[in-house]
């Protein structure tokens, strides 16, 4: 499960910003919106937090910054020599702009927890480490750090990280992870982190679906239907049934060759998926296109969701109220929030602008962010809590009318609409 997660210096964020799922001492909302860690001193961690903000505040960054932090984890390893990273540090201030990138996540593994970072610049891994908190006290596996006077890095390591980390680090290129690197090379201890931080995040970019192949494979068996069939109809969207049919197909494919591109083609089946609908009057069946965009969305995001919930990953998705009726999003939210069909600590992060959200039964203080930016341009994350807002107050009109931030700020008011003579 994600603890937190910090980023400093990337993109509109300047300034180091932390947003953690480590639930409050609120008890409110507790038996559904919280997990249990096992540990005494982190009892608890949200299962999912959302975030507000007007346009080009730093949402999508927050996110998007988790996703490029895997991607380096993913990646290094297999980069070729010199081959420099796409850093994108803070550029309206020349003291930030040279200076490098930096990402730290901590989370629960196996029930202990880690705590793993490093920073970047375009050309090379700056520093990088590892600390893991088996008791109250951390143990740091290895550390590394660049020495501009010998240009090289210099490594330190723990007698608890066994294997043959003088092998790893002189396999570690300057643009790759030691991290990913041992992993690469089969390290025990190392493997299960690196496979965390790869495959635990689902991303989803604002404005991007997922394709919906991958629920319609889940049609091909009982269960898989059957789970599908639930989680559509639980949306309350008139879906009576859903259905995958066979018909022929074909793949093509585009070979690049010194003498030109060549094309072949193969006929294959494939399955598209029908919906039924049923009246008083009568029933009807409609293909995948016949249906409105929040459902052809809802439909796509089935796989994903079903498969974070079972596997207890974390989702991530920017504007996840994208073509979705608000009590589609509320419903969806509380997947998240159910104990049964949430019991592997599966977590939900996403942005959105539907204020109607912002409710005590749908979310606790603890779990709404907002995010801003300052006169500097840099953005700024703080948590609803922040301002201890009283219990009865109306958190959707407290923030429409400014009393948390992070709305949309016009200079003039919008002129009125003239009726046409």
Known sequence: MLLEFRIRNYRSIRDEIVISFVASKDKKLADTHLASTGIKS??????????????????????????????????????????TFNAQPFRLDAGYAGQPIEFEVTFL?????HQYGFSLTPERIVNEWLLVYRSAKPQQWFSRSFDETTQSSVYEFSTHLTGPRKLWQETTRPNALFLSTAAQLNSELLGPIFRWLVEQPVYFPAGLSPLPDSTTELLQTEVGKRAVREFLTSADISISDVVSVSRQGFQ??????????????????????????????????????EESQGTQRLYALAAPVLDVLKNGRLLIVDEL?????????????????????????????????????????????????????????????????????????????????????????????????????
């Open 42 to 83: 982190l009892l608890h961690v949200l299962r999912s937090a959302v975030v507000y903000g007007p346009n080009a505040s730093g949402k999508s960054t927050l996110l998007h910054a988790l996703h490029y932090m895997r991607a380096v984890v993913a990646e290094s390893a297999a980069m070729q020599p010199g081959k």
């Open 109 to 113: 593994l196996g029930g202990v927890r």
């Open 321 to 421: 109220d994208s073509s979705l009726h608000p009590l589609l999003v509320r419903r969806l939210v509380r997947m998240f929030h159910n104990p049964e069909l949430n019991s592997h600590g599966a977590q939900l992060l996403f942005t959105t602008h539907d204020t109607s959200l912002l409710d005590r039964t749908v979310f606790r203080r603890d779990q709404i962010w907002f995010t801003e930016k300052d006169r500097d341009q840099a953005t700024r994350l703080y948590p609803l809590s922040d301002f201890s807002p009283r219990e009865t107050e109306a958190w959707e009109k407290g923030y429409l009318i400014g009393r948390y931030g992070a709305v949309p700020f016009f200079e003039e008011p919008v002129p009125p609409i003239q009726a046409a003579g």
């Open 252 to 289: 093509q494919q585009v070979m690049f060759g010194p003498d030109g591109p060549t094309f072949s083609r193969e006929d294959r089946e494939v399955f598209m998926p029908q919906f039924v609908h049923k009246t008083e009057h009568g029933s009807a069946t409609f293909e995948l296109h």
